[in-house]
């Protein structure tokens, strides 16, 4: 090492300064997670100052975006690369002799999300920072993110995930910003003059804390933060006074208050009206809400100006109780009547439904919401029967439908009505939901609230998503089109100067070849598996749900498995296909688990079977998570989007591998929609029914299975391997389940994700993707339109969407 040169690197200096302050340590005695830190803290050390500047101001509108999720992933490399220190941070390395990679993978992902939600809020987060939009995450500070997945003998097993167990270099822990919270107790009313008072005794309290991290705009001077909260027992602060009695007892209420945010609930499917979830909502709205006005009546502005200075973004309902916990503020607190705060408050949300499937629409039951939140429950009892008045009134022709659309009904309280009652905006997430959710879903709402739905399709950012991930391929595009696309990803599009270039198609060959090697490594290493570079990547990685049709891409590898145990010689010249899955699946959704074992069992079959001659391999990846995304969107061929058509809201998987030059297989489902209309048909694999047919085929119920079985030996065969013991003699019945849904044409029972119906279209598109892949070329031409058309899908677009559309902020 030259010593000298080193002394003169400003980073190296910085590094060895907080090594020797924070740990007693050199670079070179340092550990790998000590330099972590110190690389970390001498990353948030260089933005403090601007982090400091860019608070709160009382001068520009803000958005508060809440969530329930945030699956940030690793922030290290992130945070170099947005202020444009990635140069300087790899240069200190390679003079210390340090693999920065391996340094950076110390750091544990902030796994706060389970899938969809809670990645597109982090994206999100990036895009609003970086087109300098004063915006503020607001959720919940989990001790335990999503659970860790271990494969063990096929079968999903989950482990905690213990993220902060050795703290969290990027976050402040802000003490005297924390607020009250209250739960349960009772409410009476008094009058005071001639004001109905509400008064909340007996209730009892939780602290909640904010924690801040630093959300760094790319190259530009604004630092925004995620504000997550931790749930504190008021009881700690007095523990020494107390006698021994007391203190267990006070332990037991500590702990009952702590547990709020202990876990995130690892469900994104079946909502569940469990007590400790509704808490956890409201725990983290109640805290927010506090905050935005307390900030607000620091500007000593009427609190008619409110709706000027803040904007509250709700991501799906599960915050939905910061619209009559506003009204609580403004009326209980602030003493505003029922129409001055309800005025306020209903220009001040706008919501985004995230998913049509039924069981997934919250529903309160009414008798939980009175025991833990009395005085929020009598608010919306009062925000419902306004609501059903007026549709009385201004929509006779509803009035016979009145407890379909109610907030109130049948003992329960529905959230999405709840949303689009009190938001002046309700969007969906694609084209294509969008206008399911104003037509079917919502359709008695849109009806009486016609102005307020609007659509933002999703996207995601192709700082993390293409810069950070593909970087070979980053300097492949930046070299060709100079750097405009970074700030303005649309100019994308300029790579279609080179759709002809020879040159350029065998450098964007070998970069997604090098990306393959480094992810068939990863592969060897997590599962022993071997697995060809030179073979087809077809990837399907996202939460394992019936909806999203694994189980469509297992049959069909069984399908192509016989078809070469058939005809080898027919198959001989055929370029070998790595089928990869990554997917955690609901702890208690007991379908999907055993969906993974079948992936499994499936891939022992094929991997260990020489008839295939390396044809197929079937690799399951264990623990998905934002850090293996990164490795695996590279390094695709093929993208599986799969999903029944109008089940998947928009998906942004899609968008990711599209990124990176993946073809997608999809249906005509979400955001593929408007990824077929940028891309063209030629450079997309289009198959299966639409979602008009698809409902057709829910309203009539004619759907018959056995006849695409019965026309099809080998499908017939690949089926009957799930019950004849081909796949695990000793359990025969474990996957007697799966075949019998599939096969069902019992109406009302038959297979709701329709895998039979759209089998042969499936397969038929992924023969051809397997030939089309043979001519390297074309191959390569369409991917690279892919990534030339994949601005669009970034989500610095669909904030300033969001932007011009909802907030309308400066
Ligand atoms: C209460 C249980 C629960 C938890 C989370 C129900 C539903 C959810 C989420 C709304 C599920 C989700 O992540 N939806 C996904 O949202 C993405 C971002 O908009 C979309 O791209 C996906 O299509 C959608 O499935």
């Known amino acids: 090492m030259d010593n000298k040169l080193n002394k003169e690197n400003k980073v190296i200096r910085q590094i060895n300064e907080t090594l020797n302050r924070s740990f007693g340590k050199t670079i070179d005695n340092a550990t790998q997670n000590q330099l972590y830190k110190a690389f970390a803290i001498t990353v948030k050390n260089e933005i403090m100052d601007k982090w400091s500047s860019s608070d709160f101001t009382k001068d520009n509108k803000q958005v508060y975006y809440l969530s329930i999720e945030f699956l940030m992933g690793r922030a290290l490399s992130n945070n170099i690369l947005n202020i444009g220190r990635q140069k300087e941070y790899q240069e200190a390395c390679k003079l210390l002799g340090l693999d920065f990679d391996s340094i950076a993978s110390k750091e544990p992902d902030a796994g706060l999300g389970n899938g969809g939600l809670g990645r597109l809020a982090a994206c999100f987060m990036d895009s609003l920072a970086t087109l300098d939009l004063p915006a503020q995450g607001c959720g919940i500070r989990y001790e335990y993110g999503l659970f860790r997945q271990k494969i063990i003998d096929g079968q999903q097993v989950e482990y905690p995930d ?144 409110l709706p000027e200075k803040a904007v509250i973004h709700i991501n799906d309902t599960h915050p939905a109780l910061a619209i009559p916990e506003l009204m609580r503020i403004l009326m209980d607190e602030q003493g505003l009547g029922w129409d ?108 009486v609230f016609p102005s307020k739905f609007t659509n933002v399709t999703n996207g995601v950012t192709h700082r993390r998503w293409l810069m950070l991930s593909n970087p070979m391929l980053t300097e492949l595009i930046t070299e060709k089109i100079g750097n405009d696309w970074i700030s303005d990803p649309v100019q994308l599009i300029e790579l279609k100067k080179y759709i002809n270039d020879n040159e350029f198609l065998e450098k964007f060959d070998e970069i997604k070849k090098l990306n393959k090697r480094k992810l068939a490594k990863y592969i060897k290493r997590t599962t022993g598996i071997t697995v060809s570079e030179d073979s087809i990547f077809d990837v399907q990685v996202k939460r394992l749900h019936e909806y999203k049709r694994q189980l469509m891409n297992v049959i069909r590898i069984l399908y192509d498995y016989l078809q070469i145990l058939s005809d080898p010689d027919k198959f001989k010249d055929l370029t070998p296909v790595t089928c990869i899955f990554a997917a955690k699946a609901a702890p208690g959704y007991n379908r999907a688990k055993t969906i993974i074992k079948l992936i499994n069992d499936v891939a022992e079959k094929i991997n260990n079977d020489p008839r295939v001659m390396d044809k197929i391999k079937v690799v399951f990846l264990e623990n998905y998570s934002v850090s293996l995304a990164q490795i695996i969107f590279p390094a695709s061929d093929i993208s599986q989007q799969i999903s029944t058509a109008s089940k998947e809201a928009s998906g942004t998987g899609n968008m990711k591998f599209m990124m990176n030059g993946a073809l997608t297989l999809g249906t005509m489902d979400g955001a593929n929609v408007e990824i077929h209309e940028s891309v063209g048909v030629e450079n997309i694999y289009i198959f299966g029914y639409d979602a008009n047919t698809v409902q057709q085929i829910y309203k009539t119920g004619q759907y018959d299975p056995m006849k695409y079985v019965n026309e099809d030996f080998i499908l017939k065969t690949a089926l009957d391997m799930l019950i004849d013991g081909s796949l695990n003699p000793e359990r025969l019945n474990l996957y007697k389940e799966i075949y019998e849904s599939l096969v069902s044409s019992k109406h009302g029972m038959s297979d709701q994700y329709l895998i039979l119906g759209d089998f042969k279209s499936y397969k038929q598109a992924h023969d051809k993707m397997i030939k089309d892949y043979n001519n390297r070329f074309e191959w390569n031409k369409k991917a690279l339109i892919n990534v030339s058309q994949s601005g669009r899908f970034s989500s610095d677009i669909s904030i300033a969407n969001y932007n011009k559309k909802i907030w309308k902020l400066k």
């Not at 209730?203 to 904010?210: N, Q």
């Not at 007095?238 to 009695?245: I, L, P, Y």
């Not at 025991?371 to 925000?383: D, G, N, T």
């Not at 709840?418 to 939901?433: D, E, P, R």
Request: glycine content about 4%; overall charge negative.
């Open 162 to 305: 213990t993220w902060l167990e050795d703290g969290n270099v990027w976050e402040i822990e802000r003490l005297e910003e924390k607020v009250e919270v209250h739960f349960g107790g009772q409410i009476s009313e008094s009058w005071e003059g001639d004001k109905l008072r509400f008064v909340h005794s007996g209730y009892s309290t939780v602290l909640a804390v904010p924690y801040d991290m630093p959300i760094i705009g790319y190259m530009n001077n604004r630092i925004n933060s995620l504000r997550l909260w931790k749930a504190v027992s008021p009881k700690r602060i007095d523990m020494a006074s107390f006698n021994r009695g007391e203190y267990l007892k006070a332990i037991e209420e500590r702990e009952m208050a702590e547990v709020l945010s202990h876990i995130l609930y690892p469900e994104d499917k079946h909502y569940e009206g469990k007590s400790l979830r509704l808490k956890q909502h409201y725990f983290f709205v109640s805290a927010t809400m506090q905050m935005i006005v307390s900030r607000f009546l620091k500007t000593n502005l009427p609190l008619d100006k």
């Open 340 to 447: 001055e705060a309800w005025d306020i408050t209903s220009r001040m949300f706008a919501y985004t439904n995230h998913t049509i499937m039924a069981e997934a629409l919250e529903k309160w039951p009414e008798q939980l919401f009175i025991q833990i939140l009395p005085r929020i429950y009598s608010i919306v009892k009062e925000i419902n029967e306004r609501f059903c008045a007026m549709v009385h009134r201004d929509f006779p022709h509803k009035r016979a439908d009145i407890h379909k659309i109610a907030i109130i009904a049948y003992g329960q309280i529905a959230m999405a009505p709840l949303c689009i009652a009190g938001s002046y905006s309700v969007n969906g997430v694609s084209q294509l939901h969008s206008q399911i959710i104003k037509d079917e879903t919502f359709k008695d709402y849109s009806a």
